[in-house]
């Protein structure tokens, strides 16, 4: 695999940035795994309603996945030194992923008695593969990247990414309608899957033909895990940690149930919950550039303090109505807020340790988190068991058609409380731009358009 970094054809001009190559494939692999998440991944807990999955492995589809996954990334970092090069690491995890969508497909419905834990195991397999190649890509890519213009880079492949999966999202619930009312729903999931598998390899065959990668320089004082732990991280840095593991705590309280608040109590067709889907991510395609922007110009500290405390209201407003336009409009701001905060907390580990070693950085980071991911859905699947569908606050006696939205209330309640008890524990390890918190806030996106707006109605008055 190292020696098709050398390659130089007549596409690449000896006149092109060396580094170009390396940030087109980090833009066009984000749009070739748009295609697997939008139509792939965020369809696996349909499937699994489909082979009759109860919300306990619901909950497990959610969390062990993840956990196992990340936990690859500790074993991509200790096995590094196996590969010849870090483009080669990538490969061979994208590879894995691609061929992962057949057991996925063909498990549950060769054995379809044991469908969905079968299906957990395919899926663990999967996001194994996945995070394999995270520290390694994170490492190639960020090197490839002036500190100061992450953010707008990373807000660019995030952009490509919500809007590809906002087109795959649309087709994959229209192609499931189509099948759904021909009673052969199973065999839209075969093409979509199928569909996502061919896209993860076209990433891997782009990744092939990238030229001009730098090559990765160790540490000169080659540590493990426990060293890093122990010396190579700030305070800062380990409080950040704490916050980030449990925002992904308190989120998954509820996390894995809106499939089945949306499937099955209120009974929306796969296109109105592909609706639902594609709504939160218009809202991040909308406003990305200006979180990127904003992280940039004034830190991801900044950017993490505002989000992280909306982000707490979102999950609240389903206890109030059941109406689809609603539920859209929700999840739209959802994506909105979600987009800022996925940036910050993606790109704060970039700057809070050194660059030799963020690897170790991003493999540690997305531990916690999956640590926190696995205890929410596990506290969820007791919750969704223990709390009743009805409720008496005072006079207030509110009837959801089930239990669901007490747990989403109590989901935003959570964050709302590390939000607030954590945020003032860290700060931005970057020089960036002060400002009042209330200048900040008129530096949103959505808000800083409207100021725009309103200052030129004042101007033109005048």
């Known amino acids: 695999m190292s020696h098709s970094t050398k390659q130089i054809s007549g596409n690449h001009p000896a006149s092109i940035d060396p580094h170009e190559s390396g940030r087109r494939f980090g833009i066009r692999d984000g749009l070739f795994q748009a295609v697997a998440q939008g139509g792939g991944e965020q369809y696996l807990s349909a499937f699994a309603l489909l082979l009759h999955a109860t919300p306990f492995q619901l909950s497990i589809l959610s969390a062990i996945p993840q956990l196992l996954g990340t936990w690859a990334q500790l074993i991509s970092v200790k096995v590094s030194h196996w590969f010849p090069s870090r483009a080669s ?86 192609l499931l309608s189509f099948f759904e009312q021909r009673r052969l729903l199973w065999v839209g999931f075969v093409v979509m899957f199928l ?87 218009i809202g991040q395609f909308l406003t990305l550039p200006a979180w990127g922007q904003f992280g940039d110009r004034f830190g991801n500290k900044a950017l993490l303090s505002f989000t992280g405390l909306l982000v707490a209201f979102l999950p609240m407003l389903y206890l109030f109505d059941t109406a689809w336009p609603f539920l859209v409009t929700v999840n739209f701001f959802g994506g909105v807020v979600w987009a800022g905060l996925g940036l910050g907390l993606n790109n704060y580990v970039f700057d809070a340790v050194q660059p030799t070693d963020r690897a170790k950085a991003v493999a540690v980071s997305s531990i916690v988190n999956a640590i926190g991911w696995a205890v929410g859905t596990m506290i969820g699947s007791v919750l969704i068991i223990a709390i009743p569908a009805r409720l008496q606050v005072g006079a207030l006696t509110p009837q959801p058609v089930s239990n669901l939205p007490f747990i989403f209330f109590l989901s935003g309640l959570l964050r709302l409380i590390v939000s607030a008890t954590l945020l003032r524990t860290f700060h931005e390890p970057r020089q960036v731009e002060q400002h009042t918190h209330y200048r900040l806030l008129w530096e949103l996106p959505l808000l800083k358009p409207l100021r725009q707006l309103s200052r030129r109605a004042i101007d033109i008055n005048q």
Not at 115 to 123: K, M, N, R
């Open 89 to 174: 690491q990538v490969f061979w995890g994208i590879i894995g992923q691609s061929v992962s969508w057949i057991p996925i497909l063909a498990l549950p419905l060769l054995w379809p008695d044991q469908a969905p834990w079968l299906l957990l195991t395919a899926v663990a397999v999967y996001f194994t593969c996945a995070h394999f190649t995270s520290p390694a890509w994170n490492s190639l890519i960020t090197d490839l990247i002036e500190p100061n213009e992450r953010g707008m880079y990373f807000a660019r492949r995030s952009r490509t990414i919500a809007m590809t999966s906002f087109l795959a999202l649309c087709l994959a619930g229209a």
């Open 195 to 281: 569909i996502a598998g061919l896209c993860r390899s076209a990433s891997a065959l782009l990744l092939l033909k990238v030229r001009g990668l730098p090559p990765h320089e160790p540490s000169g004082n080659p540590t493990g895990f426990l060293v890093f732990l122990r010396t190579g991280m700030s305070e800062n840095f380990r409080h950040f940690l704490l916050f980030s593991g449990l925002m992904h705590s308190a989120v998954l309280v509820s996390g894995p149930f809106f499939v089945i608040y949306l499937l099955q109590d209120l009974h929306l067709a796969h296109w109105q919950y592909g609706a639902w889907l594609a709504a939160g991510i």
